[in-house]
């Protein structure tokens, strides 16, 4: 079985530019989280889909934006692109909601900004 | 907010046995998981602890103290293949999981 694949895998933006990262969750999961991972920190939870619906969001400004589509993929969207947001993007999906749900992680988008 | 502090880096022997301590300050949370990551990898899940007490799972345990908010990640018999970096994560609301820093651990022949 396909694990949690995300596109791409390597991007390079300029400040101020806008960017779409893409992931496509396990068969049969219906939660996609996604997080930001600078280098030497650990993964930051940036927004929770599950069921097409944001069901949760972490403490990051407006320029950053996700939607869920019916087949449970979904996509981020970072506009307005600032040095600070060069990091490694991840996806990880899970078959339920709650916190005790493993979550399967994509091998990430590395976005860098110059 | 919640945090979580565990070490930055630990070192050990191939064959030994390692714990990686991580302690909270949170005002609610569900449940504390661990998660491996090698260079350039993905982050594995490895462990969940929603009840205090050991949790087992083949040469990883895992261990939760709320009333300490501690808990730690036990690796026996250690394979050079387990050199990673290991995060302890708090589950909040559905799943709002917030991640130490992670602790790079080493093993040496």
């Known amino acids: 079985d396909a694990g949690v694949t995300q596109s791409p895998t390597h991007l390079i933006k300029t400040r101020g530019q806008h960017v779409t990262l893409r992931c496509s969750p396990i068969s049969g999961h219906k939660s996609v989280s996604w997080y930001q991972q600078v280098l030497g920190q650990g993964p930051q939870f940036i927004f929770q889909y599950y069921e097409k619906e944001e069901r949760g969001r972490g403490n990051f400004p407006d320029r950053f934006s996700a939607r869920q589509f019916p087949n449970y993929s979904s996509e981020l969207n970072v506009n307005a692109l600032l040095l600070g947001d060069s990091a490694l993007y991840l996806c990880?999906?899970?078959?339920?909601?709650?916190?005790?749900?493993?979550?399967?992680f994509g091998d990430g988008t590395r976005l860098s900004i110059l | 907010g919640q945090s979580l502090e565990q070490p930055s880096e630990v070192t050990a022997v191939e064959g030994a046995i390692v714990q990686i301590n991580c302690t909270y300050q949170?005002?609610?949370?569900?449940?504390l998981s661990w998660y491996q990551q090698h260079d350039g990898g993905a982050p594995t899940f490895l462990s969940y602890?929603?009840?205090?007490g050991l949790e087992e799972t083949g040469r990883f345990s895992s261990f939760l103290s709320r009333s300490d908010s501690y808990g730690y990640l036990l690796l026996q018999e250690l394979q050079m293949k387990d050199s990673a970096s290991y995060f302890c994560a708090l589950g909040g609301g559905y799943q709002k999981v917030t991640f130490g820093i992670g602790t790079k651990l080493q093993v040496i022949p």
């Open positions: 990880a999906s899970s078959l339920g909601i709650n916190s005790n749900q493993p979550q399967h």
């Open positions: 949170t005002s609610g949370f569900y449940g």
């Open positions: 602890n929603g009840l205090d």
